[in-house]
């Protein structure tokens, strides 16, 4: 009911021609009057995605019966092509059809190479075939954080030493406004 108010008041206030631009807070009632507004909208804002999200859900259950029907239609069919596909190729091994509507045919596959990351690393290193292991590289960048001291927007290391490759930039404090809910 809270919320009601403090949206017809926002219509008022916009209807009698007051434009945002001449709209001044000047005082904490000013900013407790805008805080209520601004939650009023946070709340209209809930109900209309949970209105969005409840229908999204239906027709999202919707879609997946009627997908999950035309799957099953379409399955049942490719089952059928596979067997005519290979009942025709055990008689001609080069068996290919093509129709205006698509085709069927039997593609060589190349052999599917599957690896134990931990016990290849292992077989290689033992082999001495060191090369073909990968390792990746990169900065550890909390560890950076806490021993380096910033001089100038460069990182300098405990010795004094610039690192190239990193750049420091300050950044200007950044406004937070929050709505109590």
Same mark, same amino acid.
């Given at each position: 009911?809270?919320?009601?108010?403090?949206?017809?008041?926002?219509?008022?206030?916009?209807?009698?021609?007051?434009?945002?631009?001449?709209?001044?807070?000047? +005082?904490?009632?000013?900013?407790?009057?805008?805080?209520?507004?601004?939650?009023?909208?946070?709340?209209?804002?809930?109900?209309?995605?949970?209105?969005?999200?409840?229908?999204?859900?239906?027709?999202?259950?919707?879609?997946?019966?009627? #997908?999950?029907?035309? +799957?099953?239609?379409?399955?049942?069919?490719?089952?059928?092509?596979?067997?005519?596909?290979?009942?025709? *190729?055990?008689? +001609?091994?080069?068996?290919?059809? !093509?129709?205006?509507?698509?085709?069927?045919?039997? *593609?060589?596959?190349?052999?599917?190479?599957?690896?134990?990351?931990?016990?290849?690393?292992? !077989?290689?290193?033992? #082999?001495?075939?060191?090369?073909? &292991?990968?390792?990746?590289?990169?900065?550890?960048?909390?560890? &950076?954080?806490?021993?380096? *001291?910033?001089?100038?927007?460069?990182?300098?290391?405990?010795?004094?030493?610039?690192?190239?490759?990193?750049? &420091?930039?300050?950044?200007?404090?950044?406004?937070?406004?929050?709505?109590?809910?």
């Amino acid at each position: 009911m809270l919320n009601q108010l403090d949206l017809l008041e926002i219509e008022e206030v916009q209807q009698s021609g007051v434009q945002e631009n001449r709209f001044i807070i000047n +005082d904490i009632e000013g900013v407790n009057w805008a805080f209520r507004k601004i939650k009023a909208y946070h709340n209209q804002k809930a109900e209309i995605e949970a209105l969005a999200k409840a229908e999204i859900e239906r027709i999202q259950t919707w879609l997946v019966n009627e #997908a999950k029907q035309i +799957d099953e239609s379409i399955a049942f069919f490719e089952g059928k092509l596979t067997e005519y596909a290979v009942v025709q *190729r055990e008689a +001609d091994p080069k068996f290919k059809c !093509s129709t205006p509507y698509g085709k069927i045919g039997f *593609r060589k596959q190349q052999p599917k190479w599957e690896y134990d990351e931990e016990k290849a690393i292992h !077989s290689l290193k033992e #082999a001495g075939l060191k090369e073909l &292991i990968r390792v990746k590289e990169e900065p550890k960048k909390d560890e &950076i954080k806490k021993l380096f *001291r910033v001089v100038d927007g460069k990182a300098v290391d405990p010795d004094g030493q610039i690192i190239d490759g990193i750049t &420091i930039t300050d950044r200007e404090d950044k406004l937070e406004i929050k709505v109590v809910e």
